[in-house]
Structures are given as C-alpha cells and as structure tokens.
C-alpha cells in the first residue's frame, strides 16, 4: 500500500515524463490540488487550458470543463478525470430549449454560463463565469440579454449592470442554490465575527447578506488578503479546507453542511495516478461543427473579459 505522498510523487513523475499538464478545479480534493500545475475557478481554467504548452491536459473537474480545454485547443488531447463528473446546471437546457426562449425573446443576445455543455454553447453568443460575468455582460454591446441557465447568477449581474435588459430562465446549481436565507442567519448567529463568503450561485436572500460575493478564486483571495481572522465559507466545503492550509491560523466555517457539490468530489488521487498512467480518464473527442461553433462564444468571452 502506498502513502499518500508516494502516489502524488509518482504522479509528478509521470506527468513529467510524458507532458501532461494537470488542470484542476478549487473543489477538487487538497491532495489533487498538491499535484496540479495550475489551480483556479472555471475563467482562470479556461485562460490556462488555451495558453498551456504541454500535448495532453488533464482536467479534474467536471465534463464542461474538459470541453471548454478541447474547444480552445483541439490540437491538445484533452482528458476527464472521472466519465461521471458532469455538472447537473451544465444540462438543465437543451438545444431546441434555448432555439425555442431565442424565437420568443429575438434579439436579444444569449448569454451562456460557462456551465453548460458544447451543445448549447452552439446556440450561445458569449460565455461567462462567475468571476467574469459583469463585467462582459457590461461590455456587450446588445442591451437586451438572454442570460441561461442560472437565474442566481443572471439576477446577480442584473442588478450590477442596470443598464441593460436581462431576460433569466429557470435554473441553477442545486448545491448552491439549496442554500437558504435561514442557514445564512444560523451561520451569522453562530459566527459573530466572521465574514460572510458566497458564490453568485447562490439564491439572492442569501447573496444579499454577504460581505463579499464572487467566484471561488474570489473568495480564496479576499480570505487570503483579508485583515478579518474568522469566515463563513459560502461555496463548496472543500474551499474551507484549502483556505485552512493557505491560512492555519484563520478560521473558517461552513455556511453548510450540505454545501458539497457530489460531482466534484468524485474524483480521487488514484484517479489522477490512473489518468496519467494511461490506464484511465476518458478522452474527450468533439465534432469539428460543434467545436467550432461552441468556440465562438468562448472567444467572445476571453476577449470581453
Ligand atoms: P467558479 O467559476 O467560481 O469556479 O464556479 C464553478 C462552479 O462550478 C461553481 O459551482
Ligand atoms: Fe455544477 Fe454546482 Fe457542482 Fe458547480 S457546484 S459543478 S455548478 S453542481
């Protein structure tokens, strides 16, 4: 039986070995996070899945993620860490949904969150993040702005940019948006002097009382450069644990217990040894039609923001 440090030095061999760069998502495991070449939130991802030299990415995440990596660089063999991490949000809306709200509302410019699959991305004009997205929706120059699929993160930016018309739809991400004000209230009562943190997924009665609301790369650096000591983490518990490494004598608490987002922690340590062993990780392949249309709305989205 090997130790934790003797698998993630085999990983770091392998990867050198054979130029793998290693790509993962905040919410991943702190182990994961020890062996990956670069860390961040789903903007920062995908800045890095377009600029990174090596021939094979692998990302540990979830399947839009590992999508966007293979839009920006098709020349890349780009693999998933886990064929089962999908982001629920990413599938909440399919194509003829989206062809079907654009007959109804023409004109208006579609808006896509980055969580969706390459499919609707098709059907998308920009892609946004949570770190980016008010500042591209400013940027655009439609005023009338079809916002899919989370209607969290769109009320979010509406009330940022009132100078545009944003039209949201039903959907969200069922582990942010599960988050309820009376939780929030709980956490506030039970931590006086600490800071409320939350992501823009979360429903507005709780996005309304935070001291700070942004992407998880946001939250990690406000608590990082905060002169506070104490925080309510309000996104996925696994950013509590790596802010208690980068911090040890901060604290900080969950909002939720409840705020565990499944798909993200499917992935282990033996999956990222067994992805860049070969033995595993599905490979994600995409037609030359999807990707290029789906690429747009990505070009869109790192030249607005
Ligand atoms: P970030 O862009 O903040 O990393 O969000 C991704 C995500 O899936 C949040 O639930
Ligand atoms: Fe999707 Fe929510 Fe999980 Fe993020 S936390 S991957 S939005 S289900």
Same mark, same amino acid.
């Given at each position: 039986?090997?130790?934790?440090?003797?698998?993630?030095?085999?990983? $770091?061999?392998?990867?050198?070995?054979?130029?793998?760069?290693?790509?993962?998502?905040?919410?991943?495991?702190?182990?994961?996070?020890?062996?990956?070449?670069?860390?961040?939130?789903?903007?920062?991802?995908?800045?890095?899945?377009?600029?990174?030299?090596?021939? @094979?990415?692998?990302?540990?995440?979830?399947?839009?993620?590992?999508?966007?990596?293979?839009?920006?660089?098709?020349?890349?063999?780009?693999?998933?860490?886990?064929?089962? *991490?999908?982001?629920?949000?990413? $599938?909440?809306?399919?194509?003829?949904?989206?062809?079907?709200? =654009?007959?109804?509302?023409?004109?208006?410019?579609?808006?896509?969150?980055?969580?969706?699959?390459?499919?609707?991305?098709?059907?998308?004009?920009?892609?946004?993040?949570?770190?980016?997205?008010? /500042?591209?929706?400013?940027?655009?120059?439609?005023?009338?702005?079809?916002?899919?699929?989370?209607?969290?993160?769109?009320?979010?930016?509406?009330?940022?940019?009132?100078?545009?018309?944003?039209?949201?739809?039903?959907?969200?991400?069922?582990?942010?948006? *599960?988050?309820? /004000?009376?939780?929030?209230?709980?956490?506030?009562? /039970?931590?006086?002097?600490?800071?409320?943190?939350?992501?823009?997924?979360?429903?507005?009665?709780?996005?309304?009382?935070?001291?700070?609301?942004?992407?998880?790369?946001?939250?990690?650096?406000?608590? /990082?450069?905060?002169?506070?000591?104490?925080?309510?983490?309000?996104?996925?518990?696994?950013?509590?644990?790596?802010?208690?490494?980068?911090?040890?004598?901060?604290?900080?608490?969950?909002?939720?217990?409840?705020?565990?987002? $499944?798909?993200? =922690?499917?992935? @282990?340590? *033996?999956?990222?040894?067994?992805?860049?062993?070969?033995?595993?990780?599905?490979?994600?392949?995409?037609?030359?039609?999807?990707?290029?249309?789906?690429?747009?709305?990505?070009?869109?989205?790192?030249?607005?923001?």
């Amino acid at each position: 039986m090997s130790t934790t440090r003797e698998l993630q030095d085999e990983i $770091r061999k392998l990867k050198q070995e054979k130029d793998i760069c290693i790509l993962a998502h905040a919410y991943q495991s702190h182990d994961i996070l020890e062996v990956a070449d670069y860390i961040g939130d789903s903007y920062g991802l995908s800045e890095k899945a377009a600029a990174a030299p090596q021939k @094979t990415v692998l990302m540990c995440g979830v399947r839009f993620m590992a999508e966007t990596v293979k839009i920006l660089s098709p020349e890349k063999k780009v693999l998933l860490s886990h064929s089962e *991490a999908d982001c629920p949000m990413a $599938r909440q809306l399919d194509v003829e949904q989206v062809q079907a709200l =654009k007959a109804k509302y023409p004109g208006y410019a579609v808006v896509a969150y980055i969580n969706t699959t390459a499919d609707l991305k098709t059907v998308s004009d920009v892609c946004v993040t949570s770190a980016s997205a008010v /500042k591209i929706v400013r940027n655009m120059k439609e005023k009338n702005i079809l916002f899919i699929p989370d209607c969290n993160l769109g009320a979010w930016v509406a009330k940022q940019v009132p100078e545009k018309k944003i039209q949201l739809v039903q959907g969200g991400c069922p582990v942010h948006a *599960a988050i309820t /004000k009376q939780e929030a209230l709980a956490a506030r009562k /039970k931590y006086p002097g600490a800071e409320l943190l939350v992501h823009p997924e979360c429903v507005a009665d709780v996005v309304e009382m935070a001291d700070y609301i942004g992407s998880t790369t946001g939250i990690m650096n406000y608590a /990082k450069n905060s002169d506070h000591q104490e925080f309510i983490i309000g996104t996925e518990n696994s950013i509590i644990q790596h802010l208690q490494f980068e911090c040890p004598d901060k604290r900080f608490y969950p909002l939720s217990k409840h705020l565990v987002c $499944r798909d993200m =922690k499917l992935t @282990t340590l *033996a999956d990222v040894y067994h992805c860049v062993k070969g033995d595993t990780g599905e490979e994600i392949t995409l037609s030359d039609e999807v990707r290029l249309a789906a690429k747009k709305c990505l070009d869109a989205m790192l030249e607005l923001g």
